[in-house]
T-cell receptor, first 118, second 114 residues
Framework: GAVVSQHPSRVICKSGTSVKIECRSL??????MFWYRQFPKQSLMLMAT???????TYEQGVEKDKFLINHASLTLSTLTVTSAHPEDSSFYIC?????WGAGDQPQHFGDGTRLSIL | AQSVTQPDIHITVSEGASLELRCNYS??????LFWYVQSPGQGLQLLLK??????LVQGIKGFEAEFKRSQSSFNLRKPSVHWSDAAEYFC????????????FGKGTTLSVSS
């Protein structure tokens, strides 16, 4: 079945460091990928929608300059947390939809990245 | 506004007993509905989905869900729970338009007692 690979699975770094998270669709092309953030014991909150070859669409309240998204190919989207601070510590999950991201194409999720900023 | 409500934050079920997790949605158009399961520290695994047709859908791991339009519900059921089913369960709704993300409920934590 369709697989989405997310890397790294865990990052621990100092405050002020920039961290890049990769999301790859391994056996299908994903025009659209989504980035979510999940706080402990809470649901997934959509951060942004990443479209191949164009600028990402960010949800209200998400800082574009803090969370840089690049979707350079049909199989790879990256999320860079710039100058990370402790409040950015969270679980970040990406998902990719097969084809054009229509609702009838199920989204496949990566295993998430646990980001801890010291 | 589009939303998904999972009324039960935490449910404990005895192993072998039946399970029903509730999900209600508010959506302006025909919804596409999903149930996902998440183990601690892991991503989400799709259990089942409803797009159209038969309102009772079968999923993996013995789960099923029933879409009831009149009640705006999509409850998840399993006739006999196993200890390995303990996890976080999320109901989600999506649109038919291309490029739209899912809207998730807050999740229900399932504990299984022996």
């Amino acid at each position: 079945g369709a697989v989405v690979s997310q890397h790294p699975s865990r990052v621990i770094c100092k405050s002020g460091t920039s961290v890049k998270i990769e999301c790859r669709s391994l056996d299908f092309q994903a025009t659209t990928m989504f980035w979510y953030r999940q706080f402990p014991k809470q649901s997934l909150m959509l951060m942004a929608t990443s479209n191949e070859g164009s600028k990402a669409t960010y949800e209200q309240g998400v800082e574009k300059d803090k969370f840089l998204i690049n979707h350079a190919s049909l199989t790879l989207s990256t999320l860079t947390v710039t100058s990370a601070h402790p409040e950015d510590s969270s679980f970040y999950i990406c998902s990719a939809a097969e084809g054009w991201g229509a609702g009838d194409q199920p989204q496949h999720f990566g295993d998430g990245t646990r980001l801890s900023i010291l | 506004a589009q939303s998904v409500t999972q009324p039960d934050i935490h449910i404990t079920v005895s192993e072998g007993a039946s399970l029903e997790l509730r999900c209600n949605y508010s959506y302006g158009a025909t919804p596409y509905l999903f149930w996902y399961v998440q183990s601690p520290g892991q991503g989400l695994q799709l259990l089942l989905k409803y797009f159209s047709g038969d309102t009772l859908v079968q999923g993996i791991k013995g789960f099923e869900a029933e879409f009831k339009r009149s009640q705006s519900s999509f409850n998840l059921r399993k006739p006999s729970v196993h200890w390995s089913d303990a996890a976080e369960y999320f109901c989600a709704v999506g649109a038919s338009q291309a490029g739209t993300a899912l809207i998730f409920g807050k999740g229900t934590t399932l504990s299984v007692s022996s």
